[in-house]
């Protein structure tokens, strides 16, 4: 199990670090005779830029959780604590994947100088040292967190259930309950949490694998080749540059694991005192054990180091006066545009990233219809055996929160597109509309085909409606809710695109670019959302079959583990990939029925 994990993640990173090397790349491309130095610039910035969203520690307190009632640490194999390595060390390793790729997309205007340089490059002639020292400051402080961590006792899952008979018992260790059940229906429970020390050296392996990416990468960007289009200054102010942002994202990262570490002591001290209060039957003390300081201190340090870190100072690279003016062959207001596009872009990909894993989360952990067997010490010391069938309902506010967000984060996402469109139309064209204006902006296949998803999603979405439980219906109508609006907002986005007048002071071919870029994002989006939806509904469809099917008359098991189905994963990865197709995909033939050229649909690329 665990060699089947570490081959699907290598095969993911290789993925993930392949389009990231492709994305640097075409970002970091220049425009026609654009001036060297802003190409160098946007590259430097958008590495930067990924490299700290990919290094994010906020996924680490997923690590030290028990997964199971009545469960402990003592039960679980060893291999299976081996499964937390690659989250652990996840942050420090894409730190420096991602830093080590943005020294290999350089675009080819700027290339490395051929000849050799008698310059000799000291690590010292470059880095902040005051930001060096503020990284070491922040590893020693996260060093001393974890091992003030190392001592916390381990909790196992415990929870509590009402057998047939209406008497309430104790699930867990120790109380006389076989181990592993995962659809009690439970009113309260200890998540339970691995011990200190098989968490503090995990978290201690990652702070050490980031420490050495960082001091990696900074003997990289030393030793690198010159860029043959920056002088010797411009040289040294680009590798302080990377520095700068290097270790202002490593200070981020060492005090997200800092943080983590104090979450972690904080979240076993409420494990404790849950456990207690199950045996004492208090829900008070409950009450109590759920507010603990070190979460919070943790979430205020985390945010004070990333306002620091975003607001320390770093060198600037500047470029000439008229670099500007260097760009050739794009108006400025066609330039002003596709900026505002291309940001609008990376909103969309935050939304998916949010959005998408919430929902996916909120159908993964639905429960279905289940029955189990379950044993308790009867009044003569005799172990009694209870068939107790649960049939809960997929609770409301479970699924209603990630289906708001998903859909309030969509509709933002369009809103924004739609008013960044509307501001392009207002103050970078005339406002005039024309026949040629109106004409179809995409080729009647692709119309079709982003129809027939959202058609699929719908038909989706009644399957799940029929699924058998009020809430299941209830959730549906979200998921309807959040595919009309999408669909709605997408065609108002055609229209508009088809509408607008001409771009001003921009020719034919930059107008028409815009028009089909803006219209290909409208439509695609909605069939990409649409394909998410299918692939997440499918999961609780596959798992919702128990409920569909009158149960046979031996008692079974029939629960589900929650993880999702390749369905899912395919439909999921193609939804993805359909909201960033290339806007290219109209073809050559119908830019050219637009614009009279055969250069419209090479210029809309990727966007």
């Known amino acids: 199990m665990t060699t089947s994990l570490y081959l699907n993640l290598g095969l993911s990173i290789a993925l993930v670090a392949a389009i990231v090397y492709a994305w640097l790349r075409h970002l970091s491309s220049g425009r026609g005779r654009e001036h060297p130095l802003l190409v160098?610039?946007?590259?430097?910035?958008?590495?930067?830029?990924?490299?700290?969203?990919?290094?994010?520690?906020?996924?680490?307190?997923?690590?030290?959780?028990?997964?199971?009632?009545?469960?402990?640490?003592?039960?679980?194999?060893?291999?299976?604590?081996?499964?937390?390595?690659?989250?652990?060390?996840?942050?420090?390793?894409?730190?420096?994947?991602?830093?080590?790729?943005?020294?290999?997309?350089?675009?080819?205007?700027?290339?490395?100088?051929?000849?050799?340089?008698?310059?000799?490059?000291?690590?010292?002639?470059?880095?902040?040292?005051?930001?060096?020292?503020?990284?070491?400051?922040?590893?020693?402080?996260?060093?001393?967190?974890?091992?003030?961590?190392?001592?916390?006792?381990?909790?196992?899952?415990?929870?509590?259930?009402?057998?047939?008979?209406?008497?309430?018992?104790?699930?867990?260790?120790?109380?006389?309950?076989?181990?592993?059940?995962?659809?009690?229906?439970?009113?309260?429970?200890?998540?339970?949490?691995?011990?200190?020390?098989?968490?503090?050296?995990?978290?201690?392996?990652?702070?050490?694998?980031?420490?050495?990416?960082?001091?990696?990468?900074?003997?990289?960007?030393?030793?690198?080749?010159?860029?043959?289009?920056?002088?010797?200054?411009?040289?040294?102010?680009?590798?302080?540059?990377?520095?700068?942002?290097?270790?202002?994202?490593?200070?981020?990262?060492?005090?997200?694991?800092?943080?983590?570490?104090?979450?972690?002591?904080?979240?076993?001290?409420?494990?404790?005192?849950?456990?207690?209060?199950?045996?004492?039957?208090?829900?008070?003390?409950?009450a109590e054990g759920l507010v603990f300081l070190p979460g919070s201190i943790a979430v205020g340090a985390l945010l004070v180091t990333a306002l620091a870190m975003l607001f320390w100072p770093a060198p600037a690279l500047s470029a000439p006066a008229d670099a500007e003016d260097l760009a050739g062959g794009a108006s400025p207001g066609y330039r002003v545009a596709m900026t505002l596009l291309t940001a609008t872009q990376f909103v969309a990909i935050l939304v998916l990233l949010v959005a998408g894993t919430a929902a996916t989360f909120a159908v993964s952990g639905t429960t279905t219809r289940s029955e189990v067997m379950v044993s308790e010490m009867g009044p003569d010391g005799q172990q009694v055996q209870h068939l107790i069938e649960t049939t809960p309902e997929v609770p409301f506010a479970g699924f209603l929160t990630p289906a708001t967000l998903l859909l309030v984060l969509v509709v933002l996402y369009y809103i924004l597109h739609f008013s960044v469109v509307s501001w392009i139309g207002f103050r970078l064209c005339d406002g005039r509309t024309t026949r040629a204006a109106v004409q179809p902006l995409l080729p009647r296949w692709f119309l079709i085909t982003n129809a027939a998803m959202l058609v699929a999603a719908l038909i989706a979405v009644a399957l799940y409606a029929l699924g058998g439980t009020t809430a299941g219906a209830v959730s549906a109508w979200w998921l309807a809710a959040m595919l009309a609006i999408t669909a709605l907002i997408g065609a108002g986005l055609y229209r508009l695109a088809q509408i607008t007048g001409p771009l001003l002071l921009g020719n034919g071919r930059e107008d028409v670019t815009l028009r089909i870029i803006i219209a290909h994002r409208a439509v695609r989006v909605a069939g990409g959302l649409s394909l998410i939806c299918i692939g997440i509904l499918s999961s609780a469809l596959d798992h919702a079959g128990p409920m569909l099917a009158p149960l046979s008359g031996n008692p079974a098991l029939l629960q589900t583990d929650g993880n999702p189905?390749?369905?899912?994963?395919?439909?999921?990865?193609?939804?993805?990939?359909?909201?960033?197709?290339?806007?290219?995909?109209?073809?050559?033939?119908h830019a050219e029925s637009l614009l009279g050229t055969g250069s419209a649909a090479k210029q809309a690329g990727t966007r």
């Open 40 to 286: 160098v610039r946007r590259h430097a910035w958008w590495t930067a830029f990924i490299a700290l969203f990919a290094s994010g520690t906020l996924g680490l307190p997923s690590i030290w959780t028990i997964d199971g009632a009545g469960t402990s640490a003592s039960s679980i194999p060893a291999q299976d604590i081996w499964v937390h390595v690659p989250q652990a060390l996840g942050p420090g390793l894409w730190l420096g994947a991602i830093y080590l790729l943005g020294q290999f997309t350089w675009p080819r205007q700027v290339g490395s100088a051929r000849s050799a340089s008698l310059r000799i490059r000291r690590m010292t002639n470059y880095v902040p040292r005051t930001l060096a020292a503020v990284f070491a400051g922040s590893v020693l402080v996260a060093a001393g967190v974890m091992a003030w961590a190392w001592g916390t006792p381990g909790t196992p899952n415990t929870a509590t259930a009402t057998g047939a008979d209406g008497v309430r018992f104790i699930l867990g260790p120790g109380y006389g309950n076989t181990p592993g059940f995962n659809d009690m229906d439970t009113e309260y429970g200890a998540l339970g949490n691995l011990p200190g020390n098989q968490i503090a050296p995990l978290l201690l392996t990652g702070l050490l694998v980031l420490v050495a990416a960082v001091i990696t990468m900074l003997f990289v960007i030393t030793s690198r080749p010159a860029l043959s289009v920056l002088d010797a200054e411009e040289d040294a102010t680009l590798r302080t540059l990377w520095m700068n942002r290097l270790l202002r994202t490593g200070v981020l990262v060492a005090i997200g694991y800092a943080a983590a570490a104090v979450q972690f002591v904080g979240f076993a001290q409420e494990q404790r005192e849950t456990l207690a209060a199950l045996e004492s039957a208090s829900p008070a003390r409950i």
């Open 565 to 589: 189905t390749a369905v899912t994963i395919v439909f999921s990865v193609l939804g993805v990939l359909w909201c960033f197709l290339p806007a290219a995909t109209v073809g050559t033939r």
